[in-house]
């Protein structure tokens, strides 16, 4: 079973840069579709981004859009949410995800995520 461990999050301005990794436990997490997601407290879980197994294809949510970057390096079983000129709307506990879907396409649905990390927070000051 596929682990996730996210790190990276923290304090940072408004305008500042964050780059979340997510590291996986096992090789087969190089053919799955990854996402980010984030939760603000009394939201819900929202997507933010994602990419497939190959990393040519990337989607993202219209409000992070040219701000987020995801990439994915399969060699060290990472993927990356690089997060500039970020905004205090931006603060929330981030996720990473893996859909149990061999070469599958990315989703925007957290329901089609099998595996999450444990999340890690980020905190946006104004």
């Known amino acids: 079973q596929v682990q996730l461990v996210e790190s990276g999050g923290g304090l940072v301005q408004a305008g500042g840069s964050l780059r979340l990794s997510c590291v996986a436990s096992?090789?087969?997490?190089?053919?799955?579709?990854m996402g980010w997601f984030r939760q603000a407290p009394g939201k819900e879980r929202e997507f933010v981004a994602a990419?497939?197994?190959?990393?040519?294809?990337?989607d993202y949510v219209d409000s992070v859009k040219g701000r987020f970057t995801i990439s994915r390096d399969n060699a060290e079983m990472t993927v990356y949410l690089q997060m500039n000129s970020l905004k205090p709307e931006d603060t929330a506990v981030y996720y990473c995800?893996?859909?149990?879907?061999?070469?599958?396409?990315?989703?925007?649905?957290?329901?089609?995520?099998?595996?999450w990390g444990q999340g890690t927070q980020v905190t946006v000051s104004s």
């Open positions: 096992e090789r087969t997490f190089n053919v799955y579709p």
């Open positions: 995800a893996a859909r149990r879907r061999a070469y599958g396409d990315n989703e925007r649905d957290w329901v089609k995520y099998d595996y």
């Open positions: 990419i497939n197994w190959t990393g040519r294809s990337r």
